[in-house]
């Protein structure tokens, strides 16, 4: 229904296709460029429904790292996808004479400038709420068809009142579809199933020609595949189709601390391997941190054995808290779990509270935490989800969200994860009270292959996130300065020692950076990129394709081609 006459292109055989390609940059870059119209008169002149604004741009040259601030031209409002195409389309019939971009902007969470437009147009994919949710329920696979610009939370909301919830998340939900569909989507969830490109269906985007496509695992399945953790490279998602599953109403929340780290590691392996009732898994590195039980104590967590908390001290030593959730039903509640197609009570992993206390005891006893600081809570499911949402409202009433936000986050191997950790826990980081710092395992086995996204080449891997805050106007060790060398650092050991890690969000300055991060994908990449954004309109801010050097790479593409 969506799809447009050149869409044919993406079922050619490669032969054909290289042809095609030829034929289309020959065209494209030996055109002779006229004389120029100004950005704003080429945008002006368009004949167009949507509201294109020049002013109030603001918040548009910002996103959540803080650290960039570039103007658009102008900032699109689009009431529908057609007018996202009709403005992509104006821009690349103008060829390599314009050097217009654009960008989606979701709810402008990036770090490193990554879904700004300089220059170029601004999409507020927030402001766009077409088609409005529409549930499915009937069958085994129930699903949401929602707009890509909607938030996270705002689905969870109107998911539970129909008994039902998407299967994996991130650990912050107010963020939208195509915002965290077009990096990977990751929170404690993934290693049970996977991460949030795993569980869409079928997506409508944008390409960076304007066609206006619908792309699945049975249609257009290479575009689909391109635009799952494809950094806006391919096209702008404008609709998705999410799984869902019968939600809980319950979860089962526990924190407990190790010393050791091979301890930790081997206990977070064991438990995403076994599943063992398990829903949620993510854990944390602690530096030199003072009072944390009474901090947890403080935050609803009430520990095992109030005595022994007491007494122990985490001030200048290096920690790792394992962090678990289950979830479960009241026991007056009919059930609405699924363990795979099987519905409650014909589910082996079907939970009530009596059945999860029993589990959680049973998980407890194998593992090897120092006993005196395991913590306990018990919430409502939505709650445990938007967690994070509760430390930004009072971040945010101490002025201390809208800062600077220098994140770094890397994919560890499982072969490298102990000599990355030794070497930047004990030499690098000093202490983690700029932000936490993530760490869990992950297993690829779960992760649906062909996707645009990067991974370690091994079976486990470990997210490792560090999510520092940067107090505005310090000199000091909490200061942006500090922090980007901290990090700089890292990355200078990751770059150095050869030991398979990747970025996931990736930032890099130089194509030679993103070959080499991309690997043995990287033709892949191009070829997509060449297919489906050959003249570099989209997502500029990755800084993967800087279109002034595009009509370069372009060139060096036909030669090898004509080869």
Known sequence: MFISQSNKLFSLKPLVFKILVV?????????????????????????????????????????????????????????????????????????????????????????????????????DMESYKSPAMTFHTAGKHPYVDVSAGELWINILHESVKRGLTPKSWTDYLHLTVGGTLSNAGISGQAFRH?????????????????????????????????????????GIM?????????????????????SDFTTFTNDQERLISSGKGLDYLEGFVVINRSGLLNNWRLSSFNPKDAAQAQEFRSEGRILFCLELAMYFNKEDVEAVRFCGPLPFPTCPRAHTRRFVMQ?????????????????VSEVPYVDFLDRVHVSEMKLRENQLWDVPHPWLNLLVPRSSIHGFAHQVFNNIVKDTSNGPVLIYPLNKSRWRNGTSLVTPEEEVFYLVAFLSSAVPSSTGRDG???????????????????????????????THEWRAHFGSKWEVFLRRKMLYDPLAILAPGQRIFPKPNFKNTSKSILTRLHT
Request: charged fraction near 20%; include cysteine.
């Open 359 to 375: 589990e959680v005891d049973s998980l407890l006893a194998e593992l090897s935490y120092i006993r005196s600081t395991l913590f």
């Open 23 to 123: 034929v289309l940059l020959s065209i494209t870059i030996n055109r002779e460029p006229c004389a120029t119209p100004t950005r704003r008169s080429l945008l002006e002149t368009m004949l167009f429904e949507g509201n294109l604004s020049f002013n109030n741009m603001e918040h548009a040259s910002r996103d959540f790292g803080n650290r960039y601030h570039l103007m658009p031209l102008a900032v699109l409002y689009p009431k529908s996808a057609s007018n996202i195409a009709h403005i992509i389309k104006h821009v690349f019939e103008q060829g390599l004479s314009s050097d217009l971009t654009v960008a989606a902007r979701g709810h402008g969470h990036s770090l490193e400038g990554q879904a700004l437009a300089p220059g170029g147009v601004v999409v």
């Open 194 to 234: 996977g991460p949030q490109i795993n569980n869409v269906y079928r997506l409508r985007v944008v390409t960076g020609r304007g066609d206006v496509v619908s792309c699945s695992d049975e249609e257009n399945a290479d575009l689909f595949n391109a635009v799952l953790g494809g950094l806006g490279q391919f």
């Open 480 to 510: 942006l300065d500090a922090i980007v060398a901290r990090n700089r650092r890292i990355v200078e050991f990751v770059g150095g020692s050869n030991l398979g890690i990747k970025q996931y969000l990736p930032h890099y300055s130089t």
């Open 238 to 258: 404008t609709e998705a189709r999410i799984a869902l599953e019968p939600a809980p109403t319950k979860v089962k929340w526990m924190r407990a601390l190790y």
